[in-house]
T-cell receptor, first 112, second 113 residues
Framework: GENVEQHPSTLSVQEGDSAVIKCTYS??????FPWYKQELGKRPQLIID?????GEKKDQRIAVTLNKTAKHFSLHITETQPEDSAVYFC???????????FGTGTRLTIIP | EPEVTQTPSHQVTQMGQEVILRCVPI?????FYWYRQILGQKVEFLVS????????KSEIFDDQFSVERPDGSNFTLKIRSTKLEDSAMYFC???????????FGEGSRLTVL
């Protein structure tokens, strides 16, 4: 089955700086890669996703890049703000397989 | 904006007791899921449900677990005889189509004593 590795497990950045979180996956059949943000005690919420037919997707301060050859994808947050502090999970799934396999999460702390 | 709703938000039970967690998926969604998250760990897939039957389940989802869609709106997860290691946050999720954005509920925290 799919295995998703995520690094780093914790990340602290100064407010205004950029944050990058990286994930690798094992199943070459995976073609959908969402990123979820989870605030303490809350539900995971989708912040951005990418499908395998594109290499990069951007939504305001958030971008995701995908390298299918290397089987890795990354989340980039620019101009970080205190409200970006949360745990971020990457995930992967393949067409016809409905389940998401999540990474182990990254606790992002934005230092004011 | 429509949301997935879950009840109860927190349940405390004794080991060996049966627990039913309830979910109301978003009304026009067709695929339903249960995930769990042990405190401080990643979200883990338990089971997916489509067209009134289980479409996939993980190795966590053993004979102690079952799911049901008893009517047109509710989706339940039953744990027949709870164990200490079942203590976790259980998230229900739904999506309109497979391999699409999952919408999660707020979760049901289960504490087994």
């Amino acid at each position: 089955g799919e295995n998703v590795e995520q690094h780093p497990s914790t990340l602290s950045v100064q407010e205004g700086d950029s944050a990058v979180i990286k994930c690798t996956y094992s199943d070459s059949a995976s073609n959908y890669f969402p990123w979820y943000k989870q605030e303490l005690g809350k539900r995971p919420q989708l912040i951005i996703d990418i499908r395998s037919n594109v290499g990069e997707k951007k939504d305001q301060r958030i971008a995701v890049t995908l390298n299918k050859t290397a089987k890795h994808f990354s989340l980039h947050i620019t101009e970080t703000q205190p409200e970006d502090s949360a745990v971020y999970f990457c995930a992967a799934s393949d067409l016809g397989n409905e389940k998401l396999t999540f990474g182990t999460g990254t606790r992002l702390t934005i230092i004011p | 904006e429509p949301e997935v709703t879950q009840t109860p938000s927190h349940q405390v039970t004794q080991m060996g007791q049966e627990v039913i967690l309830r979910c109301v998926p978003i009304s026009n969604h067709l695929y339903f899921y249960w995930y769990r998250q042990i405190l401080g760990q990643k979200v883990e897939f338990l089971v997916s449900f489509y067209n009134n039957e289980i479409s996939e389940k993980s190795e966590i989802f053993d004979d102690q677990f079952s799911v049901e869609r008893p009517d047109g709106s509710n989706f339940t997860l039953k744990i027949r005889s709870t164990k200490l290691e079942d203590s976790a946050m259980y998230f229900c999720a739904s999506t309109r189509r497979g391999n699409g954005e999952l919408f999660f509920g707020e979760g049901s925290r289960l504490t087994v004593l």
